[in-house]
Each structure stands twice: as structure tokens, then as C-alpha cells.
């Protein structure tokens, strides 16, 4: 087993031994069990970023096994500089939900805390997975963990938002199975990611192939006009499930646009890249003042997270190297910020059972140790430079205006709308007199949840202020991939 089969099944078997040996009367053991599964699965990718050799960009730590024989389907495995930190990043969230569900979940504990270190180990699967095929196993099976999350913890309406999560997501990803099938004919029997990439394809093919994908990813972004399920899941969605839902699982589908789309369909990314511009400035721009107008802080950060994944798409399809990597680090800092804002809600949340704005008010006069720390991340939310939030938003406007002033312009007024909804919430919630009874009688964050915002307040406040092992992993990755981006791969077409 190598580094990184063990990243990926450390946490799944954690997983399968709570299902297989926990018991409702064994929460307490349970929850550590749980705990020592997150860490292991943490250190487990620890290795592979201290090995990794920044100056190549090539596949690292490459596995490749044969699986289904007779279809050529191979267990192969391999991380670069575009998915490096997201192995890290997905380990790490992982321990922090185990650690910030310690006390709110009550109910069948040890499902809970397995179907989360089980989510963990097939979402690193997906950044792993060099098999198109296995890729496709992985990124499906991430659906099983979450719909059960939503569906067994959410609120009220959670029935309704785990169908609809579920339909939404699969439904794009079938038009993405025939594109799977068709590359694999064309290659005379392979599900090797690297022999498509090297596929001539012609300009339609491309295109079929570019809308096939488009469908799957766009829908997990999510991108304008397919976003309508988030705000519902996320409002529905325990506050683990949707931490891990913003920080990680959207990343699935920008992740896929960078190892599929643009690399297998270039011609194709070029001639459609100004759609995805336009759908990643709706976003960023419409969806922001659709977030002004919420009442719900659950629904204001959902619509949030779809504005700010808006500058992910639009750094990619600006096919330079500022913008893809802007959009790569806008990717990991937006992993840390959204699931900070949604573990502050959920620290309301469990105190007050309400997720209204108008239900608070005055929150800084009883707990203001939480204060500080919602300050800090509603400051990060808003790219305020020294922030994560800032550095990856900063690299995809400056590619924009670069390419496009006018580009550039439209998504750095966005800047302005993520303030405003972020700062009024923040104004509302915890500013001013006590509001009521029960904000009065709130009680500040302990010791466990001390630690957990301070484990995120470490990583947005040292990724704002030093960015350079972010970058430094994914510049020789993202020069490869736009170099073979910028050859054109249509199949020259024989002279009669």
C-alpha cells in the first residue's frame, strides 16, 4: 500500500469499524474512535506534501494496479501540484467536523462519525483517481455518505433537500458516464486519464465532449443557473454536513474541470470560454446580491460560496497562469473560510435553534471570544488582504484585467457585494444592545470549540498572510497543463 492508498482507505476503514463494531450505547467511545480515525487520516497525508517534489509535474506518487481486467479498468493512483493540497485540505476538515460534531450530534453517533471519515476517504479518492473509471466510482460514491448526512441529520425538510441534492448531482454526471464510455471506445479499450489527454479529437467531438463534463461539474460547483439545490441542502444539511459540503465537495467539480474538460477538450475550452466567463461573472456578481436579501445566515453563506466558486471557474478559463492558479488557491482558501462561517452559525445554531438574523443581535456582549473569531472569518469572507479569502481573489481579478478590463472590472465589484451581505450579517448577529432573552443568556465557546476555530483561524490567517507553499506546489502542474491546453489536439483531417 502506498502513501496514498493509505490516505484514502485510513479514514474508510475508521469508518467500516464504527459501522461494523459501534453500538448507541458507546457514544463516548464512538467520538474518540472517530477522532483517532480523522487524525490518522490527517497524518496519513502529511507524508506525501513533505515528499512532494515541487519542481515536477509530473504524477507523484503514482499507484497503478490492475482491477477489472477485462474491461482495462486499473486501480491507479497519482497526485500533481493541482491536487496536492486538496488531499490535505479534505484530511483536515474532516478532523475539524469530528471534532466541532463532539457534542451536537446525540443520535446514532457512530453512523454519523462513519459516514463522514468514509465521505473523507472517496473524496480524496476523486484527487487522487488517475482511471477514469475509478474517478467516476469515486465521485459518485461521495454521493451515498452525504445523502444519508442530510437525510437522517438535516432539519425539518431533510428528505426533500437529500433528493434533491442526490438528483442534481447524479443526473450530471450521467451525461459525463457516456463521455467516459465514448473516450474509452476511442481509445481502443482505455480508462487512462493521460491517454486522453494525448486523444485528436475534432472540433465536434470536443465540444460533445466539453458539454458532457460541463454537465456533471457545473451542477457541483455549483455554477449559474444549476446552483438552486445548494442553498436548500445547505439550510437543511446538519452544520458538518454542510461545512464539508462548501469546503470540499464543490471542489469535486472545479477540480474535474482542470483534469478533464480542459485538458481532454482544449479546442473546445477555448471556443467556449466565453460562456463560462459569463456564467462565472453571474455568479459572481447576480448570486451576490441574491445573497444580500437572505434572512437565513445558512442560506446568505450557501449563496456566498456559489459567488465566490464564480471566481474559480472565471480564473480558469482565462487560460493564464495567474488566473489558474488564482482559482486553485481561491479553491483551498474558500475550503477554510466557508467551513468557518458554517461552524459559527452552527455554534449559534446548537445554542439558540435558530438560523434567522433577526433571531440575534448583541451576541459580542455574552460570547465575545466566538465574536472574534466570526469577525476574522466574516473578514476573510470578505477578502480583506491578510486573509485567505484575499490572495486567491486578488490573482483571479489581476489575470481578468489582464486579459479584460472590463473582465476584471465586473468581478471586482463583487468584492463590494460580499462585504455588504457579509458585514450586515455580521452587524445584525452580533453588534449592538443584547437583542433578547436568549442571546442573553448565551454562553462563550469552551475548550473544544475553542480549539476548532482556532485550528481554522491558523490556516486563514497563515495562508492570507503567507501564501507561498500554496503556490509554490501548483506552478510547474498548472504551466504543464496550460501549455498542453494551448496545443491544439483536433485531428487533422486526411486528404482525399
Not at 480515525?37 to 515536477?56: C, E, H, K, M, R
Not at 445523502?147 to 425539518?156: F, K, S, T, V
Not at 458532457?212 to 452544520?239: N, Q, S
Amino acid at each position: 500500500m502506498g502513501l496514498l492508498s493509505l490516505a484514502v482507505w485510513t479514514p474508510i476503514a475508521f469508518g467500516l469499524v464504527l459501522l461494523a463494531f459501534g453500538r448507541d450505547d458507546q457514544v463516548y467511545a464512538t467520538r474518540w474512535i472517530a477522532l483517532v480515525g480523522a487524525v490518522a487520516g490527517l497524518l496519513a497525508t502529511l507524508p506525501i506534501y513533505a515528499q512532494f517534489d515541487n519542481a515536477s509535474a509530473a504524477m507523484q506518487f503514482v499507484e497503478n494496479l490492475p482491477w477489472i481486467e477485462r474491461f482495462n479498468v486499473n486501480y491507479h493512483l497519482g497526485v500533481d501540484g493541482i491536487s496536492l493540497w486538496f488531499v490535505v485540505l479534505t484530511a483536515f476538515i474532516n478532523l475539524v467536523v469530528v471534532i466541532a460534531s463532539w457534542e451536537s450530534i446525540t443520535a446514532k453517533v457512530q453512523q454519523y462519525m462513519a459516514a463522514f471519515l468514509i465521505l473523507s476517504g472517496l473524496m480524496i479518492g476523486v484527487f487522487c483517481a488517475l482511471d477514469g473509471m475509478l474517478f467516476y466510482v469515486f465521485f459518485e460514491a461521495t454521493l451515498i455518505p452525504m445523502y444519508l448526512i442530510i437525510g437522517i441529520w438535516g432539519g425539518p425538510n431533510k428528505i426533500y433537500a437529500a433528493f434533491k441534492f442526490f438528483l442534481y448531482t447524479l443526473l450530471g454526471s450521467l451525461l459525463t458516464l457516456v463521455a467516459l464510455i465514448y473516450l474509452y471506445i476511442q481509445t481502443a479499450g482505455s480508462f487512462d486519464i493521460a491517454t486522453w489527454h494525448a486523444l485528436p479529437l475534432s472540433r465536434g467531438e470536443q465540444s460533445f465532449l466539453f458539454f458532457a463534463f460541463l454537465a456533471a461539474f457545473a451542477v457541483k460547483v455549483p455554477m449559474w443557473p444549476v446552483h438552486t439545490w445548494l442553498p436548500d441542502v445547505h439550510v437543511e444539511a446538519p452544520t458538518g454536513g454542510s461545512a464539508v459540503l462548501a469546503a470540499i465537495m464543490l471542489k469535486l467539480g472545479a477540480y474535474g474541470f482542470l483534469r478533464f474538460s480542459l485538458p481532454i477538450a482544449p479546442d473546445a475550452a477555448h471556443e467556449w470560454a466565453g460562456l463560462m466567463v459569463t456564467l462565472s461573472l453571474i455568479a459572481v456578481v447576480y448570486v451576490g446580491l441574491v445573497a444580500m436579501v437572505q434572512q437565513d445566515m445558512k442560506k446568505l453563506v450557501a449563496y456566498s460560496s456559489v459567488a465566490h466558486m464564480g471566481f474559480v471557474t472565471l480564473g480558469f478559463f482565462i487560460f493564464s497562469d495567474l488566473g489558474v492558479s488564482g482559482g486553485l488557491v481561491q479553491m483551498i482558501a474558500h475550503g477554510f473560510v466557508s467551513a468557518a462561517m458554517f461552524l459559527c452559525i452552527g455554534v449559534l445554531y446548537d445554542r439558540v435553534h435558530s438560523r434567522e438574523i433577526g433571531s440575534y443581535g448583541g451576541v459580542v456582549n455574552t460570547m465575545p471570544k466566538f465574536a472574534a473569531f466570526a469577525l476574522l472569518f466574516a473578514m476573510a469572507n470578505c477578502g480583506l488582504p491578510a486573509t485567505a479569502g484575499f490572495v486567491g481573489e486578488w490573482m483571479v481579478i489581476l489575470a481578468a484585467v489582464k486579459a479584460n478590463f472590463w473582465v476584471g472590472f465586473g468581478a471586482a465589484s463583487a468584492l463590494i457585494f460580499g462585504a455588504a451581505y457579509t458585514l450586515w450579517m455580521f452587524k445584525r448577529v452580533y453588534l449592538g444592545p443584547v437583542a433578547n432573552a436568549k442571546v442573553a443568556a448565551l454562553e462563550d465557546i469552551g475548550a473544544r470549540e475553542f480549539l476548532v476555530m482556532g485550528l481554522l483561524a491558523f490556516a486563514v490567517l497563515g495562508m492570507g498572510i503567507y501564501p507561498k507553499p500554496f503556490t509554490d506546489v501548483m506552478d510547474a502542474s498548472v504551466a504543464a497543463l496550460l501549455q498542453h491546453v494551448s496545443v491544439s489536439k483536433i485531428a487533422a483531417v486526411p486528404l482525399n
